[in-house]
């Protein structure tokens, strides 16, 4: 089993950036299929991107070209850069671990991009 426990997130203005982290603990964290998921409020959570074992990374169309999702094995860490931040990114940031038919999810970050 992994642990995860998101930080980074915040109030950001519109146009600016921030980097979420999730560090992971328990397990082989290189062995994970990691992604990024975000709830906005009423809304149903969604996938905003993945890394897989071997680096390979998929976003979400909203998000292609601002966002940046890496992960730092040595570290257990995973990333998400996020730049030219929008007020329809704001919600709770997820952070997920997986490993074939096993999940695990942090308590996620809220982040709040308004002027």
């Known amino acids: 089993q992994v642990q995860l426990v998101e930080s980074g997130g915040g109030l950001v203005q519109p146009g600016g950036s921030l980097r979420l982290s999730c560090a992971a603990s328990g397990s082989i964290f290189s062995r994970y299929t990691m992604g990024w998921y975000r709830q906005a409020l009423g809304k149903q959570r969604e996938l905003v991107a993945t890394i897989t074992t071997g680096g390979r990374t998929n976003y979400v169309d909203s998000v292609k070209g601002r966002f940046t999702i890496s992960r730092d094995n040595a570290k257990n860490t995973v990333y998400l850069q996020m730049n030219s931040l929008k007020p329809d990114d704001t919600g709770v940031y997820y952070c997920?671990?997986?490993?074939?038919?096993?999940?695990?999810w942090g308590q996620g970050t809220q982040v709040t991009v308004s002027s």
């Open positions: 997920n671990a997986v490993l074939t038919a096993y999940t695990a």
